[in-house]
């Protein structure tokens, strides 16, 4: 199956500082891409969608200026922490989907850890 | 609103035994509906999905699922299951909300083997 790949898968940070994620699509090209959270022993929650050369569009709740997504092509979406705090340490999760096709293809996550 | 329950936060089998894991949905629309895997610290994997046609999807790793319309579930199944197996699985349904294609989680159940 297509591949979605995320880096780093761990990354620890004091807190005011900001940290990028990166999410690629190595063998396909995303035409949408989705960034979830998922707090320990729970589910992943949606935080906001990215569409190539578009404004993400945020879940409701989530703030857009904490929480910058960038998907300056059909490869590769980012997502920076900015301003981190110890409360935004979690796992998160990326996707991706592909042209004309409805399966999500996921990365392997990134855990922040905040300090 | 649509939502994805999944009754059993926790289930413990043994190995061998057979399993089955619940999710019942709530979309106004024919679902789009999947079950994944999460193993520690670790992305989804998809274990199989329903779109259209058959109700009893088959998928990886000896995993199948019966979508049933009247009691808006999709329970996964599987006759024995393999120590491997442990893991965290979710099910979700593919929903369209405010025009986009997004996935809902429900909370996940964690699957314990006992030897």
């Known amino acids: 199956g297509a591949v979605v790949s995320q880096h780093p898968s761990r990354v620890i940070c004091k807190s005011g500082t900001s940290v990028k994620i990166e999410c690629r699509s190595l063998?396909?090209?995303?035409?949408?891409m989705f960034w979830y959270r998922q707090f320990p022993k729970q589910s992943l929650m949606l935080m906001a969608t990215?569409?190539?050369?578009?404004?993400?569009?945020?879940e409701q709740g989530v703030e857009k200026d904490k929480f910058l997504i960038n998907h300056a092509s059909l490869t590769l979406s980012t997502l920076t922490v900015t301003s981190a705090h110890p409360e935004d340490s979690s796992f998160y999760i990326c996707?991706?989907?592909?042209?004309?096709?409805?399966?999500?293809?996921f990365g392997e996550g990134s855990r922040l850890t905040v300090l | 609103a649509q939502s994805v329950t999944q009754p059993d936060i926790h289930i413990t089998v043994s190995e061998g035994a057979s399993l089955e894991l619940r999710c019942n949905y709530s979309y106004g629309a024919t679902p789009y509906l999947f079950w994944y895997v999460q193993s520690p610290g670790q992305g989804l994997q998809l274990l199989l999905k329903y779109f259209s046609g058959d109700t009893l999807v088959q998928g990886i790793k000896g995993f199948e699922a019966e979508f049933k319309r009247s009691q808006s579930s999709f329970n996964l199944r599987k006759p024995s299951v393999h120590w491997s197996d442990a893991a965290e699985y979710f099910c979700?349904?593919?929903?369209?909300?405010?025009?986009?294609?997004?996935?809902?989680f429900g909370q996940g159940t964690r699957l314990t083997i006992n030897p």
């Open positions: 996707s991706a989907r592909g042209r004309g096709t409805g399966e999500l293809f």
């Open positions: 990215s569409n190539e050369g578009s404004k993400a569009t945020y």
């Open positions: 063998d396909f090209q995303a035409t949408t």
């Open positions: 979700a349904v593919g929903a369209l909300i405010q025009g986009a294609q997004k996935l809902v």
